[in-house]
């Protein structure tokens, strides 16, 4: 991404502004038509992304002459004559909308063929929008549906169509709400947007800074506390953020030196954070984009997805700290040092809880209150600037200007970053989720799961698990989401699953696909902070995860998990999944109280998948199975083969590391809107 200057930096920063000013306004008062509204966000993407993105980040790296920089490639600084070409090109289609957009949605089927000149220059100039901001998958995957929606005719009848004609494509694509203006460019314009301005402006505002100490005060206290501070801070940014990779390259910079310089091997350091991060988007409040998604296609509120996401959102991370807990005892590994634990005076400081509690507290005050979601984040956002320059400091002009700038520093990083590529990556989203529903694909794929599964929905869930983390591997969680709930939620349905479990179990693994071989974001975006073995950081990352692989069962055999049942039976069942977490990660790594051999660690891992049963014989026999297991851990002496462990690992000693004013300070650094993002 190019840091623009000069003029450029200003046109940027005005067109930013707008753009600001008008989902801030939207939020607080009421969204337009979602023509109208989306072909203004819209058009602040195409008006900023080309001058932002250059056209191959290698390109303007490697010197060129002069002639190639201004016509092709531009500088790190400022954008070539193409780049400003694309700009005018991708901004005067969605410019037409927003000014006549209202005959247009009036009279359907009236057009003149410049409309549909103007709807393929909008396509091509989302195709390489999005290419610049995302890379070649997205575009990609949409060309092969382009090519399936003309082709459809050619192919055999149970997986093709009539075809369409360029003609009706483009009508459908650009002078519609059923194409780019559809769904989830409504969203993200309405809705999406303001969370994605909402996390920056917390973090700017000394929330994030806030979380970290409580999690150094809290995780910092048990074993392995470096790791159990990544795991606490990172589920307290990702109620913020709702972003896996973003709370690795936040939340990283840190934990991952720290947990280094504790004696944690590089690998492990990286596994625990990326894992840990990747629970961001399933934290409430503010979870990922496509939870925000996943309430608009169900038609439920928001507040109902919170609702159901809390208890398997806590079971996974005490899956995660069960597991750093036991890579600990395995290693060696103890809690923080005392001099880096603050203490209560620390904690307690009036501005910074209420730099935490009024804007949190005003979102969820307002989202139990059941108001629009965006209404919230607005008045959210609007209290914390406000409590952040009037009480987050001394009231003197150059104080006051100076918590101005940061503010508007987290405005225009968030915009012209997360924004701007989440806007065209939902735009070019809606093509493909335009063409699915036009051609009928989802309806096809729905009969082939079934047709496949027949009564057994286990073979039904396995192939959309499968599916959807191999989605997620390619794009974005919440791209992966949406195309895999609209060609595959619809046959989990048809299969008599409940809608919410069913969309919820495909969304989490397309956020399990962030930590899962081979293409795991997460993971490399934590490699580049620790070095070592990628593919041992994936590995590591996915046994401290397997909450996320188990517990989406659960949504549908279990549905206590999600809330649904009596008090006593969702009593029960989370007891029990966070007992049975807890021992399954002592069976994976090997350690309890001390080294476990490998009869002790089966018996740890059958004895945890039983008790996830949540039936009471598999209860009872799950029992069984970890007291045994117990009972060997402790008083069996080591019988060759059947109970010989591994030696004790010396613990680290902690006591020559010398911690200087620079580890306090990456420790205690503010987490600010550029390293969130």
Partial sequence: ?????????????????????????????????????????????????????????????????????????????????????????????????????????????????????????????????????????????????????????????????????????????????????????????????????????????????????????????????????????????????????????????FTIPTMKKLGYQSEIAAATESSASSGGQIMPPIMGAGAFVMAELLGIKYTSIMLAAIIPAICYFVGIGSGVYALAGKYGLSKLPSQLIPSWGELLDPREILNTIIPIGILIYLLVRYLPPQTCAGWSLVSSLFVFLFLGGSLRPAEVLKRIRISLQAFFNAANRALVMLIVMMSCVQVIVSLINATGLGVKISEFIVNLAGDNSYLALIAVMIVAIILGMGMSTTAAYVIAASALGPALITLGLMPLPSHLFIFYFAIAAGITPPVCVAVFTARAISGGSW??????????????????????????????????????????VMVAMFFIEAGVFGYFIRPASWLERILFIAGGLLLMGARLSTDIIGVLLVVLSIGSHLFMPEIPLISSRPPPAKLVDLSDIKWDEKDKERLLTRVDAEAEL
Wanted: aromatic share 14%.
């Fill in 1 to 253: 991404m190019r840091n623009v200057t000069g003029v450029w930096k200003w046109i940027v920063m005005a067109i930013t502004a707008f753009a600001v000013g008008f989902i801030l306004f939207t939020s607080l008062t009421r969204p337009y038509h979602p023509a109208l509204q989306g072909s203004i966000i819209l058009s602040y993407g195409m008006l900023v992304v080309f001058l932002n993105f250059p056209m191959s980040k290698r390109a303007v790296e490697t010197r060129h002459s002069y002639p190639l920089q201004l016509l092709i490639f531009g500088t790190k600084n400022t954008p070539s004559i193409i780049d400003v070409v694309f700009t005018i090109l991708g901004s005067v289609p969605c410019i037409f909308i927003i000014i006549y957009w209202e005959p247009i949605v009036s009279n359907p089927l009236t057009y003149e063929t410049y409309h549909l000149v103007l709807g393929a220059l909008l396509f091509f100039m989302l195709i390489e929008a999005t290419r610049r901001t995302l890379g070649l998958i997205v575009p990609i995957v949409v060309t092969l549906f382009i090519l399936y929606a003309f082709l459809g005719h050619l192919l055999p009848a149970s997986i093709g169509h009539a075809g369409y004609v360029l003609e009706e494509l483009l009508y459908i694509f650009y002078l519609t709400t059923e194409g780019v203006w559809g769904l989830l460019t409504d969203l993200t314009s309405r809705l999406i947007a303001i969370f994605i301005l909402l996390g920056p402006i917390l973090f700017a505002c000394g929330v994030g800074n806030t979380f970290i100490k409580w999690s150094r005060f809290t995780g910092g206290r048990i074993r392995g506390g470096a790791g159990q501070i990544a795991l606490f801070s990172s589920a307290g940014l990702g109620m913020l953020s709702g972003s896996s990779v973003a709370n690795v390259a936040t939340t990283g910079t």
């Fill in 535 to 576: 593919m041992k950081i994936a590995l590591i990352s996915m046994g401290l995860s397997l909450g996320g692989y188990i517990i989406p069962y659960y949504f549908i055999y279990q549905p206590a998990i999600i809330m649904q049942g009596s008090l006593w039976v969702i009593l029960r069942v989370v007891i029990t």
